[in-house]
Each structure stands twice: as structure tokens, then as C-alpha cells.
């Protein structure tokens, strides 16, 4: 009898790091600051797959929060920042997904449907919350402040927040 490898597994490393690679070239269409944080948080992305380690991981999803609100900062049209915030989310998503499927089945079971479907399934909730910020960016972009926008949308997260409670 074999004993369970619990590493993460390869499927999901594989995902994790693409969607990581694909959120790094998206905000290289912002700014190279935001790219440069974006890089480091792969690199570290990729540390915490081969360690095995959540904490890195939630590291490396900071690291590319702070990545695009630098891409933010510099003023480019919404579009490539949303397809950044889509795949380092996903990238992020796929690697705790990596590591908890590793932890419970070990690194050798075929997980390959498990994981497609669940980055399909992840990508689709992602792409219509940011279809939904899309349209709330092209709304209030009609000489509306976009202070007041992110401050209402803030408060309705609260809100549903609170009322889940």
C-alpha cells in the first residue's frame, strides 16, 4: 500500500500558475509598477505551491492586491484591471483549491475534472461580478464621481453583510 502524497496537486498548480501569468500580462497594459508586484506575487505564488504553505499563498493574494491598486493609481481604462482582478483571484483560488485537493487525495489521484470544473465554475462567478463592476464603472462615468460610486457599492456589501449575520 502507497502512502498519500500530500503535496498540491499538478492540475491545479498548473491553473494557479497560469492564471497568475495571465493576471501579470494584464496589468502590464496598466503600468510596469503594477506588473513588477505582479511578478513578485507569482514568484510567490509559486513558493507557497511548492511549500505547501496557505500563509504564502494569502501572501501572494496580497501581494497582488497591492498590484492592482497600483494599477488602479495610474489611470488606464477599467478593462485590463478587471482581467487582472479576474485571474489573480482565480490564480489564488486554484491554489488553496490545489492544496486542499492534495491534502485529501494526495498529489497522485486523477483530479483533473475536480479542478477544471471548479476553475470553470470559479471563472464564471468572477466574470459576472466583474461584468457587474464593468457596468457600474460605465454608469458612474457620466460625470459622476467615482469616490461616491465605490462608497456605495461599499456600503451595499456592509449592508448584505450585515443582514447575512
Do not use: C, K
Not at 112 to 141: D, F, M, W
Amino acid at each position: 500500500m502507497n502512502e498519500i502524497t500530500r503535496r498540491p496537486t499538478r492540475t491545479g498548480t498548473a491553473m494557479s500558475l497560469s492564471a497568475a501569468g495571465f493576471a501579470t500580462l494584464s496589468l502590464a497594459f496598466a503600468a510596469e509598477m503594477a506588473a513588477a508586484g505582479a511578478l513578485v506575487a507569482t514568484v510567490v505564488l509559486a513558493a507557497g505551491l511548492v511549500r505547501g504553505s496557505r500563509r504564502v499563498l494569502d501572501a501572494a493574494g496580497g501581494l497582488f492586491f497591492l498590484s492592482l491598486a497600483i494599477g488602479g493609481v495610474s489611470g488606464p481604462g477599467p478593462e485590463s484591471l478587471l482581467l487582472a482582478a479576474i485571474a489573480s483571484i482565480l490564480a489564488w483560488d486554484l491554489g488553496e483549491n490545489a492544496l486542499s485537493v492534495g491534502d485529501h487525495l494526495g498529489r497522485e489521484a486523477d483530479t483533473t475534472r475536480l479542478e477544471v470544473v471548479h476553475a470553470a465554475t470559479t471563472l464564471v462567478v468572477l466574470t459576472v461580478g466583474a461584468g457587474v463592476v464593468y457596468g457600474i464603472a460605465a454608469v458612474a462615468s457620466g460625470g459622476q464621481p467615482i469616490a461616491a460610486v465605490v462608497l456605495l457599492v461599499l456600503g451595499a456589501v456592509a449592508l448584505v453583510s450585515g443582514v447575512r449575520r
